[in-house]
């Protein structure tokens, strides 16, 4: 396949969301992440991998959701078993905020760092998936967080 070709500000950007690694607020104000980044055993079948391509960050039901870091909305889709999913674009890196209850940003809006982006479900066990994309690799998103 052929690289994804950027803007030179686009590079930029994406120069000072990886200078960021290991110091980006959290998507939502307290959690607990309950599932890891990679190939992981099913929990419950034996000889079962599945594949996690971010986290999974469970919190209080109804928790807002917010952007790690200023960025431009690219897209909001609904996904099976994910619900609705946000991705917001820095520079050339992107995140994912997916299994939102609501979205309230629009394609296109200008994010800051920690602007609510959605609120996860009110009921039941609220848990966002969260994930980090340079270009079209994925990132363990963990890695980037604040510890």
């Known amino acids: 396949s052929t690289p994804l070709e950027f803007p030179t500000a686009a ?3 994406a120069k000072n969301f990886e200078q960021l ?3 980006l607020p959290w998507p939502v ?3 607990v992440i309950v599932g890891k980044f990679g190939k992981q055993e099913h929990p419950v079948l034996k000889n079962v991998w599945v594949e996690n391509l971010g986290i999974d960050i469970q919190t209080t ?3 807002s959701v917010r952007s790690v870091h200023k960025g431009k909305v690219t897209a909001i889709t609904k996904v ?3 619900d609705h999913t946000v991705i917001v674009q820095h520079g050339t890196f992107f995140t994912v905020y997916g299994k939102l209850a ?3 940003v629009e394609v296109g809006e200008e994010l800051n760092t920690i602007t ?3 609120k996860l479900p009110s009921s ?3 848990e966002l998936q969260f994930q980090v994309w340079k270009e079209e690799d994925m990132n363990d998103p963990e890695l980037w967080l604040k510890q």
């Open 61 to 63: 039901a109804g928790a």
């Open 102 to 104: 609501n979205v309230d």
């Open 80 to 82: 099976p078993g994910f």
């Open 29 to 31: 104000v307290k959690g």
């Open 124 to 126: 039941g066990i609220a």
């Open 11 to 13: 590079v930029e950007e």
């Open 116 to 118: 609510i982006i959605g």
């Open 21 to 23: 690694k290991g110091n």
